[in-house]
């Protein structure tokens, strides 16, 4: 019964090779997030969807985008991979509803490496 | 911008207590949340805080302080399973939307 589900667990990609991560989860919630994390480090946010509306931190290279077709589904494109791309990559979930959530669901991640 | 500070590392003695403080700065704080993670693994929730004083669940509590902008995680009777890394994490609102930042993690050693 996993709740926020990431595809693959693990995923090996070129240098330069356009790669996509995929996210799917079964709560309904309205907001997902993609979190990259490299080793010893905390979570760094990348962007966020509430609804359909894309929220892009300022510092998120122009080389990652996001897609979210639908409630359910969310994607990660990283259109360029450079070897300091490879990470963790953490989708997550919340509920906003007039107010903030107060918890938000991690899928287990992708880790990315790049050859 | 956001900062949150929490030490590196703790290490404590299995039965033991430990505390795990977190200080921040941000616009738009909504609530203060910790997050455990252990290596190769997603971060799970622990607790939230949005208003001051303590909450607690089970062996583990948390605090709030938004006067000081000061947290704490504490852990009791500490377990070997207890050892992961331990986020501090704020939600701030902004832009009609809300965003999850964690701080660098206090990874937590529990030794016999």
């Known amino acids: 019964d996993a709740m926020v589900i990431q595809n693959p667990r693990y995923q090996v990609t070129q240098f330069g090779k356009p790669v996509t991560l995929s996210c799917s989860q079964t709560?309904?919630?309205?907001?997902m997030y993609w979190y990259q994390q490299k080793s010893s480090q905390a979570p760094k946010l990348l962007f966020h969807y509430y609804d359909k509306d894309f929220n892009n931190e300022a510092d998120t290279p122009d080389n990652f985008q996001s897609r979210r077709p639908n409630t359910s589904f969310c994607f990660l494109d990283i259109r360029s991979p450079g070897l300091g791309d490879a990470a963790m990559y953490l989708c997550?979930?919340?509920?906003?509803?007039?107010?903030?959530?107060?918890?938000?669901?991690f899928g287990q991640g992708t880790r990315l490496t790049v050859v | 911008g956001q900062s949150l500070e929490q030490p590196s590392e703790v290490t404590a003695v299995e039965g033991a207590i430990v505390q795990i403080n977190c200080t921040y700065q941000?616009?738009?704080?909504?609530?203060l949340s910790w997050y455990q993670q252990h290596d190769g693994g997603a971060p799970t929730f622990l607790s939230y805080?949005?208003?001051?004083g303590l909450e607690e669940t089970g062996r583990f509590s948390s605090f709030l302080s938004r006067s000081d902008s000061y947290g704490y995680l504490l852990l009791q009777e500490l377990q070997m399973k207890d050892s992961a890394s331990y986020f501090c994490?704020?939600?701030?609102?902004?832009?009609?939307?809300?965003?999850?930042?964690f701080g660098k993690g206090t990874k937590l050693s529990v030794i016999p």
């Open positions: 997550a979930t919340s509920r906003i509803q007039g107010r903030g959530d107060t918890e938000a669901f």
């Open positions: 994490a704020v939600w701030n609102s902004g832009a009609g939307s809300y965003q999850l930042t």
């Open positions: 941000t616009s738009g704080f909504y609530g």
């Open positions: 805080n949005a208003l001051d």
């Open positions: 709560l309904n919630h309205n907001v």
